[in-house]
């Protein structure tokens, strides 16, 4: 039989489907995700770039250093580096949560009609977005909509709200949260604008239950105190169709986590939300207390913590650290 010399090339050709497709699956071995958090934590720790808030005056003084990383994959299996155990207070990202639970209470559409789902492009804390959008709050992630969402969660009374809301955040975070007294005191001394945004949207018709009580345990949810390894945890529950991959609790419906992700692409990083997305193709929520989840669906959960934040209220390195991460293991869901 005569040898054929296309052999060489039929070899050449698997070799690049084969190459082609292990740079796009999520194929990262467990060495590899560690080297490559390994260089994220090392390329920024030192990075001096932003500023803690201050407009909340207890926010002003948590250690700015802190900075930790973490990876949970849809097993449950984590990996981190750095500061990982140190809590900071979750702020906005509580928001995603509090959004979850009134999807559970009330449906999508609800939340899509009563709240809304789209960018308001201006600040988180605007008041004239409201009036743009003739008193719609544009979407669950902006404080207007979140506080609007907290007046939502079914309860005959404060305390069954509250206590509701933060059971919610311990299911996604597989543990008993903490309330961090000296954040809520600081902020609840001082959320006139707050209280301001809930009346408007109460003028409007917008409120589940009375504005002022809801602003309250709103400030009390942004007060939850968690760390990156808690804030892996909660994004890996979203990644997870729902289902918590540390406790196996189902904590939301799978029919909600595409929902609650396209919020988070839309309006997760604030009015930079639309470049966060160009970047990085992952659906992700910051909070001014320096935390930022980000949610591989199907995949991972990845929380970052570092308090130090640019203009736009989003974590400097926890930026630069998730940005580099889904670049380096091709996790970019749009890229799949
Ligand atoms: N509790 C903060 C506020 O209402 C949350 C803001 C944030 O993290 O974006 O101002």
Same mark, same amino acid.
């Given at each position: 039989?005569?040898?054929?010399? =296309?052999?060489?090339?039929?070899?050449?050709?698997?070799?690049?489907?084969?190459?082609? =497709?292990?740079?796009?699956?999520?194929?990262?071995?467990?060495?590899?995700?560690?080297?490559?958090?390994?260089?994220?934590?090392?390329?920024? *720790?030192?990075?001096?770039?932003?500023?803690?808030?201050?407009?909340?005056?207890?926010?002003?003084?948590?250690?700015?250093?802190?900075?930790?990383?973490?990876?949970?994959?849809?097993?449950?299996?984590?990996?981190?580096?750095?500061?990982? *155990?140190?809590?900071?207070?979750? &702020?906005?990202?509580?928001?995603?949560?509090?959004?979850? $639970?009134?999807?559970?209470?009330?449906?999508?559409?609800?939340?899509?009609?009563?709240?809304?789902?789209?960018?308001?492009?201006?600040?988180?804390?605007?008041?004239?977005?409201?009036?743009?959008?003739?008193?719609?709050?544009?979407?669950?992630?902006?404080?207007?909509?979140?506080?609007?969402?907290?007046?939502?969660?079914?309860?005959?009374?404060?305390?069954?709200?509250?206590?509701?809301? *933060?059971?919610?955040?311990? #299911?996604?975070?597989?543990? *008993?949260?903490?309330? #961090?007294?000296?954040?809520?005191?600081?902020?609840?001394?001082?959320?006139?604008?707050?209280?301001?945004?809930?009346?408007?949207?109460?003028?409007?018709?917008?409120?589940? =239950?009375? %504005?002022?009580?809801?602003?309250?345990?709103?400030?009390? &949810?942004?007060?939850?105190?968690?760390?990156?390894?808690?804030?892996?945890?909660?994004?890996?529950? $979203?990644?997870?169709?729902?289902?918590? %991959?540390?406790?196996?609790?189902?904590?939301?419906?799978?029919?909600?986590?595409?929902?609650?992700?396209?919020?988070?692409?839309?309006?997760? $990083?604030?009015?930079?939300?639309?470049?966060?997305?160009?970047?990085?193709?992952?659906?992700?929520?910051?909070?001014?207390?320096?935390?930022?989840?980000?949610?591989?669906?199907?995949?991972?959960?990845?929380?970052?913590?570092?308090?130090?934040?640019?203009?736009?209220?989003?974590?400097?390195?926890?930026?630069?650290?998730?940005?580099?991460?889904?670049?380096?293991?091709?996790?970019? %869901?749009?890229?799949?």
């Amino acid at each position: 039989m005569q040898k054929s010399n =296309s052999t060489p090339f039929v070899m050449l050709l698997l070799i690049s489907i084969l190459f082609s =497709s292990t740079l796009f699956a999520y194929e990262a071995s467990p060495t590899q995700i560690n080297k490559v958090l390994k260089e994220a934590y090392n390329k920024y *720790k030192g990075d001096v770039g932003g500023k803690n808030a201050d407009y909340i005056k207890a926010l002003a003084i948590v250690d700015p250093n802190i900075f930790g990383i973490t990876l949970v994959d849809k097993n449950g299996k984590i990996y981190e580096i750095g500061n990982t *155990k140190k809590e900071v207070s979750i &702020q906005s990202i509580s928001k995603v949560f509090t959004a979850s $639970l009134v999807m559970q209470d009330h449906g999508d559409k609800f939340v899509q009609s009563k709240i809304g789902v789209n960018a308001t492009g201006a600040a988180f804390n605007s008041i004239i977005a409201i009036e743009l959008h003739k008193g719609s709050a544009s979407n669950p992630f902006v404080n207007a909509g979140a506080i609007q969402s907290t007046s939502w969660v079914s309860a005959k009374n404060s305390k069954i709200r509250w206590n509701r809301i *933060k059971h919610n955040m311990d #299911n996604f975070a597989a543990r *008993k949260l903490k309330l #961090n007294e000296d954040v809520y005191t600081s902020e609840v001394n001082d959320n006139k604008r707050n209280q301001a945004i809930s009346k408007i949207l109460d003028a409007y018709g917008r409120m589940g =239950s009375d %504005p002022l009580e809801a602003t309250t345990v709103y400030t009390k &949810q942004c007060s939850i105190n968690v760390s990156s390894h808690d804030l892996a945890i909660m994004a890996s529950t $979203l990644a997870n169709h729902g289902i918590n %991959p540390i406790s196996k609790k189902k904590v939301i419906e799978s029919t909600y986590t595409p929902k609650i992700m396209a919020i988070m692409a839309t309006a997760g $990083l604030y009015d930079n939300a639309g470049d966060w997305l160009y970047d990085t193709g992952a659906p992700a929520k910051s909070g001014v207390g320096g935390g930022i989840i980000a949610v591989i669906p199907g995949e991972f959960g990845i929380g970052v913590v570092s308090p130090p934040l640019d203009t736009y209220g989003n974590s400097v390195r926890a930026q630069l650290a998730i940005k580099y991460i889904i670049k380096k293991l091709n996790l970019n %869901p749009l890229a799949q």
